[in-house]
């Protein structure tokens, strides 16, 4: 099965600067690579995700990276804002079908005023 | 998007009770949803695969004879927490949609205290 690393465990940082977090993944035939945000006893919501043939994805102030070779993808945060405060999870998966997702371990992020 | 509607919200029940949990798909047939459960300050952990007129598929560790899972229709999964105990206070949250590639969408979740 599929073995997801994620870290930092937790990231604080000043208010407008940017954030990185990393997940790692075993699963070689993993094609698809979310990112999702929970906010304090609220559901995770998908935020950007990533397929295998996609280096890179941007959304504004929100980009997803993905080194397949390396079996890695990472979340960036630029200018980071207090409502950016919450824990980001991702998921690896194989897309396709109804595939199960194995989130890692959690990113708790704090942005400071 | 899809849409997954879950209920209750809260619930609070006595230690040796049972309480069910739905998860509704609004917009779409569910085929198959998934079943997470989360403790504070962690990761959703994947309990059971629910299959829509079969049986739920779980993971290793959790108990089918504890969490019983019923997805009788296209649209509605449920799951049963039987003979309460008060480690088993948790968020329990569902999630489906399309497929994985078209990113699941989560039910609201529902927060379950057993006193």
């Known amino acids: 099965g599929e073995n997801v690393g994620q870290h930092p465990s937790t990231l604080s940082v000043q208010e407008g600067d940017s954030a990185v977090i990393k997940c790692t993944y075993s699963d070689s035939a993993s094609n698809y690579f979310p990112w999702y945000k929970q906010e304090l006893g609220k559901r995770p919501q998908l935020i950007i995700d990533i397929r295998s043939n996609v280096g890179e994805k941007k959304d504004q102030r929100i980009a997803v990276t993905l080194n397949k070779t390396a079996k890695h993808f990472s979340l960036h945060i630029t200018e980071t804002q207090p409502e950016d405060s919450a824990v980001y999870f991702c998921?690896?998966?194989?897309?396709?079908?109804?595939?199960?997702?194995?989130f890692g371990a959690g990113t708790r992020l704090a942005v400071h005023p | 998007g899809a849409v997954v509607s879950q209920h209750p919200s809260r619930v609070i029940c006595k230690s040796g009770t049972s309480v069910k949990i739905e998860c509704r798909s609004l917009?779409?047939?569910?085929?198959?949803m998934f079943w997470y459960r989360q403790f504070p300050k962690q990761s959703l952990m994947l309990m059971a695969t629910s299959n829509e007129g079969s049986k739920a598929t779980y993971e290793q560790g959790v108990e089918k004879d504890k969490f019983l899972i019923n997805h009788a229709s296209l649209t509605l999964s449920t799951l049963t927490v039987t003979s309460a105990h008060p480690e088993d206070s948790s968020f329990y949250i569902c999630t489906g949609g399309q497929g994985a590639g078209d990113g699941y969408t989560f039910g609201s979740g529902t927060r379950l205290t057993v006193v």
């Open positions: 917009d779409f047939q569910a085929t198959t």
């Open positions: 998921a690896p998966s194989i897309s396709g079908g109804y595939n199960k997702l194995i």
